[in-house]
């Protein structure tokens, strides 16, 4: 994977901030995908037993 900073800005620098900022929101979707995966596509009677109640 290449690194995206160096196409946005070839010659300048990122500020850590931002650097820090973006990759804490990269993993926060990755996070979110993967719980989806784990609960939508994987077990998704998982859903229907916690929040959906049957009785």
Do not use: R
Request: charged share 25%; glycine share 0%.
């Amino acid at each position: 994977m290449s690194n995206p900073f160096k196409k946005m800005l070839p010659k300048e620098k990122v500020s850590p901030v931002v650097k820090q900022k973006v990759l804490v929101d990269a993993t926060m979707i990755k996070q979110t995908l993967d719980i989806a995966n784990l609960y939508v596509l994987k077990y998704p009677k998982t859903l229907t037993n916690f929040f959906i109640n049957l009785k």
